[in-house]
């Protein structure tokens, strides 16, 4: 078989294939710029010789002199310790791209193309594509716990293909020998947040909880099995079904891994919901903001995207009610959610909340109106200078208080708010107004 792709740079003394996902990418008809190469039968000396750039830690990588595309030697591996990096690379040029190819996580990843196009394929790559699945290459798959991640990813990029049953067995005794307590939580993330922008996000969340991986790395939202909604409110009936909906509409979007990671925690605290009061769910966003917090902390998370988990999930109830909220309410919401110093976490809040509006497709031709709200409120609200009248509580107040300039600042917003026409429910009343 062969498909027309450049061919590859020349190197000293060894043959060059283009390997993994821009193989497959190329089989499913995906323009792909991901060009990962390998190089049999050649050495580092003659690589450097070459002119070459060795950038490999613990195995030998060279950068293309003019390209600056990744070269790699054909190597073996063998696992000699836990987690992600227990593993002894051996690369010489006695080692075959069959032996190379082996060592990789999926068979759809497995496949190599020759300078000519030509399709390598020892493990059985082109068939597996064809019937949709996504298969572990060898038993040594389960000597990396990175694939439970990477394979759960798979299946958020690829959502038409399955996991095969012996790859999802494998996976499972995998978690049950703790192979996942030895992976660092910046690559749990860096794989979560991949998986939470691709095609459909909750794909991947769903092969995390079949293979027990979810109830080890975010069990709050594990926990979310089961809880019921209020039909009226949400006719999937279930918190986990909702959630799953929001996130994939989110992605459909354009949601960032922040943001859709925000969304995945959304309403984690329903599970919390006492017995009695189900289906309703009173007071669940303050409890789910306290479990973003432990989550993202947990996770060890960039510190903007705990604030952003934070804000949607204590805030997100209250933007769906904003048309009916007083102007003094409205001001403080947006103070609350920091739109006044942060409009990329306002429009994040917003994306979110038309997320959570959208999931259900037959809202799809309705307005979202407290979006277009909020957003003109926020217009209204900022026409305020506020330095001028903090000079002016100033002029008043010796020394002045700072609560003093808040407040004074605060009743500005909302008249300026009065004084727009938001074409919104009436705003008048509310202390402050």
Known sequence: MSHTLPSCFSVPAGTCYRVGGVVRDTLLGIDSSDNDYVVVGATPEQMIAAGFLAVGGHFPVFLHPQSKEEYALARTERKSGRGYGGFTFYAAP?????????????????????????????????????????????????????????????????????????TMTLMQQMVATGELNHLSKER??????????????????????????????LPEVAALVGVPERIDYHPEGESYRHTMMVIDCAAARGANAAENFA??????????????????HHGHEQKSRLLAADICNRLKLPRAVTKLAQVIAAEHGNVHNALEMRTATLVDLLTRIGAFNNSATFESLLRVCEADFYYWHERANQPYRQGAFLRRALAAAQTVDSAAVAQAVQEKNIPPASDKIAAAIRAARIKAIHASDLNSPPTEGGEGS
Not at 188 to 203: C, F, H, N, T, Y
Not at 273 to 279: K, N, R, S, V
Request: hydrophobic share 50%; with cysteine; aromatic share 6%.
């Open 188 to 217: 749990i993330w860096r794989e979560l947040a991949r998986g939470l922008v691709a095609a459909q996000p909750s794909k991947m969340v769903q092969a995390l909880y079949d293979c027990i991986a979810l109830q080890q790395l």
């Open 263 to 280: 969304a995945l925690l959304h309403d984690v605290g329903k599970a919390q919901t006492p017995a009695e009061i189900l289906p309703s």
């Open 94 to 166: 006695s080692v075959t791209l069959k032996e190379d190819l082996i060592r990789r996580d999926l068979t759809i990843n497995a496949m190599a193309m020759d300078a000519a196009g030509n399709i390598i394929d020892y493990y059985g790559g082109q068939e597996d594509l064809a019937a949709g699945q996504l298969r572990h290459v060898s038993p040594a798959f389960a000597e990396d716990p990175l694939r439970i991640l990477r394979v759960a990813r798979f299946a958020a990029t690829f959502p038409q293909f399955t996991i095969a049953a012996d």
